[in-house]
């Protein structure tokens, strides 16, 4: 499979805990974004890397929240001392710079997070 | 910031008859709108996309046109078949960024046989 993936798939975790994800991007994909999807709504943004460099932070990227490429390759995403508001589907998408006009986004599967 | 309205929340239409979905932007400055189809429990997946360069473009069943002054952009299926049947989501690069893309709320597109 050549799509962007991610893991994990599902994530439970109590009130409080860390929890991390990880995504791959399509391979040669300069770009890598985060998304948060909750129910009945469409995703929104989080943060962006172009290569290894993180380039533009949502306000919703609260100081719990963390993101690294450190290589850039994959990426991953930490929310520390998660409440239940950080319930959500995270998700990641990868792009390839070829001109401001032709930026496709292509999106991963998802990481579902329950925070009990 | 951008803002994406998107109307309506949900539609049902016969198989067979059109549906067209209505999205509004408030960044004169975006330059990108990318229509995705996201079905149960599945992924968002790009059907199409248009430039601000551009007024219309198609892909089968599959249009889009854009009003740059009104700030209105939609998305038009012919023909409806069960298998469109999932949730559509408008979009719009923000004309200051480079990538970040906001999203409408998405409409629960049904197809009744």
């Known amino acids: 499979d050549t799509g962007v993936s991610q893991d994990p798939r599902h994530k439970i975790t109590k009130r409080g805990q860390n929890v991390t994800f990880r995504c791959d991007p399509i391979?040669?994909?300069?770009?890598l974004y985060w998304y948060r999807q909750t129910l009945g709504q469409g995703p929104e943004f989080l943060t962006y890397?172009?290569?290894?460099?993180?380039?533009?932070k949502s306000r919703l990227l609260s100081d719990r929240f963390s993101a690294e490429r450190p290589k850039g390759s994959f990426s991953t995403l930490e929310i520390q001392r998660t409440e239940q508001g950080d319930s959500a589907m995270y998700l990641c998408?990868?792009?390839?710079?070829?001109?401001?006009?032709?930026?496709?986004?292509?999106f991963g599967p998802g990481t579902r997070l329950t925070v009990l | 910031g951008e803002n994406v309205e998107q109307h309506p929340s949900t539609l049902s239409v016969q198989e067979g008859d059109s549906a067209v979905i209505k999205c509004t932007y408030s960044?004169?400055?975006?330059?990108?709108f990318p229509w995705y189809k996201q079905e149960l429990g599945k992924r968002p997946q790009l059907i199409i996309d248009?430039?601000?360069?551009?007024g219309e473009k198609k892909d089968q069943r599959i249009a889009v046109t854009l009003n740059k002054t009104a700030k209105h952009f939609s998305l038009h299926i012919t023909e409806t078949q069960p298998e469109d049947s999932a949730v559509y989501f408008c979009a719009a690069r923000q004309g200051s960024s480079a990538s970040k893309i906001i999203f409408g709320s998405g409409t629960r597109l049904s197809i009744r046989p």
């Open positions: 998408a990868s792009s390839v710079e070829q001109n401001h006009s032709t930026d496709t986004q292509y």
């Open positions: 890397f172009q290569n290894e460099a993180q380039l533009e």
């Open positions: 248009i430039r601000s360069n551009v």
């Open positions: 960044d004169s400055a975006s330059n990108y």
């Open positions: 391979s040669e994909h300069n770009r």
